[in-house]
């Protein structure tokens, strides 16, 4: 007798394996993370090393190696999120954000409106950090971006940042908004907006935030050139989502 496990997949790993989810019959009801990877590099060798440096997420958080996991949880193996350039670089504060200050969204996102989430009395400066689509990277040109998420576990992800600034910025409002499908040379992708009772926290926490994102949010971008494309992974190190930022 078996049991089946479904294990959703993103990006590149969707690509690699045709699919966007794969389906296991085992005879384990319960696995640990290491166990169910093993299980699947052993069906599918030749995608051996890139399940290896993913990671497992558990009903939408990500599950260390060491975690037990059951054939009825939902589960998603995520390969190493968006990256930026080379150069750039989990606690709770208690605060329940509003919904609309977390959005991953297909539509075009507006600077105005995002800033309007952090504008409160108390606080004396505001910051919006905008990203775009560069046309060119060490002279290749690019036609658009693709980006893909795991979107209810991405807006988690993202409270978790505002969270985080919270907790470490008291008083500093936060508010990150990411565009997904196809965004194009010149077009918003992502807009995060923060104020503080003073701009040293600002700047800190907008910087905090952009970088947060990309060790942790399940957010993937494909790039597009004239002659191919290119799924971009993490480019800061060895990728750990689970380990405290210091």
């Known amino acids: 007798?078996?049991?089946?496990?479904?294990?959703?997949?993103?990006?590149?790993?969707?690509?690699?394996?045709?699919?966007?989810?794969?389906?296991?019959?085992?005879?384990?009801?319960?696995l640990t993370?290491?166990?169910?990877?093993?299980?699947?590099?052993?069906?599918?060798?030749?995608?051996?090393?890139?399940?290896?440096i993913s990671f497992m997420a558990r009903n939408q958080a990500y599950a260390s190696d060491d975690e037990h996991i059951r054939a009825g949880d939902e589960l998603a193996l995520l390969p190493p999120v968006s990256g930026g350039e080379d150069s750039e670089s989990n606690e709770e504060s208690g605060k329940t954000p509003?919904?609309?200050?977390?959005?991953?969204?297909?539509?075009?996102?507006?600077?105005?409106?995002?800033?309007?989430?952090?504008?409160?009395?108390?606080?004396?400066?505001?910051?919006?950090?905008?990203?775009t689509t560069r046309e060119w990277t060490q002279g290749q040109r690019t036609i658009r971006l693709e980006y893909e998420a795991y979107v209810p576990m991405a807006i988690k992800?993202?409270?978790?940042?505002?969270?985080?600034?919270?907790?470490?910025?008291?008083?500093?409002?936060?508010?990150?908004?990411?565009?997904?499908?196809?965004?194009?040379?010149?077009?918003?992708?992502?807009?995060?907006a923060v104020s503080s009772p003073h701009r040293e926290a600002c700047y800190d926490a907008s910087r905090y935030a952009i970088e947060r994102l990309k060790q942790i949010v399940p957010i993937w971008k494909r790039e597009i050139w004239e002659d191919g494309s290119e799924w971009k992974g993490h480019q800061q190190g060895p990728w750990n989502p689970i380990a405290t930022r210091g």
């Open 1 to 30: 007798m078996t049991v089946t496990w479904t294990i959703r997949l993103f990006a590149g790993l969707s690509d690699r394996f045709g699919a966007p989810e794969v389906i296991l019959e085992l005879p384990q009801e319960q």
């Open 33 to 52: 993370v290491a166990g169910l990877k093993e299980a699947l590099a052993a069906q599918y060798e030749a995608h051996a090393q890139l399940i290896a």
């Open 98 to 131: 509003a919904p609309d200050k977390y959005r991953v969204t297909t539509d075009p996102l507006s600077v105005e409106a995002i800033t309007a989430q952090v504008i409160v009395p108390n606080n004396g400066a505001a910051l919006t950090f905008t990203g």
């Open 157 to 192: 992800t993202l409270q978790q940042i505002g969270n985080e600034i919270a907790a470490q910025w008291p008083g500093t409002e936060c508010a990150i908004w990411h565009r997904i499908g196809v965004v194009d040379v010149a077009e918003i992708s992502v807009i995060i």
